[in-house]
């Protein structure tokens, strides 16, 4: 047996407490002991004083001091014994401390999957900075009075279901009320049981990317695309290969060399030209799909929002052979912070999707869900929908008129048929990266166009959201951009 330890002065004059500290004196006790203990000042083994001792030694009172010995034996510091005071554990040294003049020791570097995870684009905007966000609803014109009494009332009757880990597909009542309103609104053919309920679209695409693609697979996206996207497929290991998009030809849609494994597409209003598929690009795609028994994306990100015509229907009402995947969210058409997305999924990738969802956790909290399939059912979006249209509408010509007019002879909007953004090309000999850094120190908030492409050269221009700024947002907002581009023109 190890021999008891020589009785030792306690050092009591490191116990100090302040009684105007508005931290418990049992947690001011307790800290004072663990830095007595870590720093070895006693030795291993030593009893401590006993607690009547130790209260009486203090002025502290008799249950402080048992509640600091209690946490400290918890926690593996002191080692009670039957009928005698605890004693001190004898510890590992654990971590030293790193000398202040010594070199930091390098960490070991993230995996390949994760530095490729941490050099992706990252744009979220920043709070107040609505001019020109792209993609940025209005969220001041939301009903937010009526969300708020739907999200109250589940919440006072919502009972278990909707406070577990339950239904992790997505709620039965917004999934009933998505089918419902995808057949109606896009054409889209599916049963509840097919629809998956997501945080966002990007969650979906991240989710996918996992399920369909291994290192070294193909994936055939638009050119200039959605870098969320990509993104996410990058990080999965695909190779991307580019589908060339522009404002005259549309889709080119040459057999690719490679025959991939996914094809993602924006076919109701291109990301970021905002233009649309023809039909005959649809049955292009849908064969080439089919040749190269290929799945497809359709990233339905924005096509409620069309402004000649009525929304085209989706890809996927046209899909026979059950390989097109319809992505879809709540960001644009209610508001981003929603963080409410879904998929369509085939149905034999649906009956085992519930495996891969407990895996990532990737599901949206069930409240949330309930609140918003009232708001659905109710008819509280479809109204909104119709409200925002005309708004929107009104806005986007406000919009086309100010910059066509301020900004003549540096920026030519595109003639896009739907979505609440558009592209502005900017005139040759202007950087559109260095045009997005001098707006955001004037808080505008743009995307330089540039960063949509990866494969092919770059167009110079700007990705600029409209529907968030109202007329006096929108005439200021357009006065800072040409105060920009003015800079970056020297």
């Avoid at 609505?130 to 589940?154: C, E, K, N, T, Y």
């Avoid at 040759?428 to 808080?443: F, H, L, T, Y």
């Amino acid at each position: 047996m190890r021999p008891h330890p020589k009785p030792q002065a306690f050092p009591l004059d490191t116990l100090a407490v302040n009684r105007a500290s508005p931290e418990h004196l049992s947690r001011q006790l307790y800290h004072g002991l663990v830095a007595i203990i870590r720093s070895r000042a006693l030795p291993p083994g030593l009893e401590l004083p006993s607690t009547r001792a130790l209260a009486a030694e203090l002025g502290l009172g008799r249950n402080t001091i048992v509640a600091a010995y209690d946490q400290l034996v918890t926690e593996g510091y002191l080692a009670n014994r039957q009928g005698a005071r605890p004693v001190i554990v004898d510890l590992p040294e654990g971590p030293r401390e790193t000398p202040a003049e010594a070199p930091p020791v390098p960490l070991r570097q993230p995996s390949r999957r994760g530095q490729q995870l941490l050099s992706q684009p990252y744009h979220h905007g920043r709070p107040g900075h609505v001019a020109f966000h792209p993609g940025m609803p209005d969220a001041q014109s939301f009903p937010f009075g009526v969300w708020g009494r739907l999200v109250a009332r589940r919440a006072s009757h919502g009972g278990e279901t909707l406070f577990g880990t339950y239904d992790v597909t997505g709620h039965p009542a917004l999934k009933e009320a998505i089918a419902g309103y995808l057949y109606s609104a896009r054409g889209v053919r599916c049963r509840p049981g097919q629809i998956v309920v997501t945080t966002g679209a990007q969650a979906a695409f991240d989710l996918l990317a996992r399920l369909l693609l291994d290192p070294e697979d193909t994936v055939w996206m638009e050119e200039p695309g959605y870098y969320g996207a990509k993104a996410a497929f990058t990080v999965a290991g695909a190779r991307i290969l580019p589908i060339p998009v522009d404002q005259e030809r549309g889709w080119r849609l040459d057999a690719p060399a490679f025959s991939p494994r996914l094809i993602y597409v924006t076919p109701a209003c291109q990301h970021p030209l905002g233009i649309t598929m023809r039909m005959e690009e649809r049955l292009r795609l849908l064969d080439i799909a089919e040749t190269a028994n290929s799945w497809v994306i359709e990233d339905d990100f924005d096509g409620e929002y069309r402004f000649q015509g009525r929304p085209v229907p989706a890809i996927q009402s046209m899909d026979r052979s059950g390989r097109v995947i319809y992505v879809g969210t709540f960001a644009k058409l209610l508001f981003p912070a929603l963080r409410i997305g879904f998929m369509v999924l085939p149905r034999e990738l649906a009956g085992r999707i519930v495996n891969a969802l407990s895996t990532t956790g990737q599901f949206a909290p069930l409240l949330l869900q309930a609140a918003l399939a009232d708001f659905i059912t109710e008819g509280h979006m479809s109204r909104h929908l119709k409200r925002m249209r005309r708004i929107y509408a009104q806005r986007r010509q406000l919009f086309r008129d100010i910059v066509s007019e301020r900004l003549r002879d540096e920026i030519t909007l595109s003639p896009a048929e739907a979505g609440i953004q558009v592209v502005g090309y900017l005139k040759e000999g202007i950087d559109d990266i260095k045009v997005s850094q001098a707006a955001a120190k004037r808080a505008i908030n743009v995307s330089p166009l540039s960063k949509y492409f990866q494969n092919t050269a770059p167009t110079q221009g700007l990705v600029l959201g409209y529907a968030a700024c109202d007329a006096a947002q929108t005439r200021d907002g357009v006065e800072r951009l040409a105060a920009a581009i003015g800079e970056v023109l020297g």
